[in-house]
């Protein structure tokens, strides 16, 4: 069962999430133990080298994390992240799908991909999840 309503319904709620937000992040799917979020490249998402930094694609990670998670159980927050980085992105677009690979009681495993518009692997985590009690 969903905990948000709809896909507005979600992305009302992480639009608190400012700095996701700010760095031009958008929800663009959800579903039970799914989530697809895109993040339009810019000069604001680059290194010193000119590709794209770690921590912009690491916080598309971490928001489609959350959006999956979130709607399975709220709060939901990342325990443990662990990332590879595939390949540079050559192009304008990223998107992060991620999907739980394990619901337990008090944690949860999600797989997250990232790919670009060019359909290119970037990068692929695996976020341990641990779930608060309200």
């Given at each position: 069962m969903s905990v948000f309503q709809s896909l507005e319904d979600a992305r009302a709620y992480f639009e608190?999430?400012?700095?996701?937000?700010?760095?031009?992040?958008?929800?663009e799917e959800i579903g039970e133990g799914m989530s697809l979020c895109a993040m339009e490249l810019s000069r604001r998402h680059q290194n010193a080298e000119g590709g794209v930094m770690g921590g912009a694609?690491?916080?598309?990670?971490?928001?489609?994390?959350?959006?999956?998670?979130?709607?399975?159980?709220?709060?939901?927050?990342?325990?443990?992240?662990?990332v590879n980085f595939l390949s540079g992105s050559?192009?304008?677009?990223?998107?992060?799908?991620?999907?739980?690979?394990k619901d337990g009681r008090q944690s949860c495993v999600y797989q997250v991909?990232?790919?670009?518009?060019?359909?290119?692997?970037?990068?692929q985590a695996v976020v341990t999840g641990f779930k608060i009690d309200k």
């Open positions: 608190g999430d400012r700095f996701a937000m700010e760095n031009g992040i958008t929800l694609i690491f916080t598309l990670i971490d928001l489609s994390f959350a959006a999956a998670a979130n709607n399975i159980h709220r709060p939901t927050v990342a325990q443990q992240v662990s050559r192009g304008s677009r990223l998107m992060a799908r991620a999907r739980c690979r991909d990232v790919t670009d518009d060019l359909d290119r692997d970037i990068a």
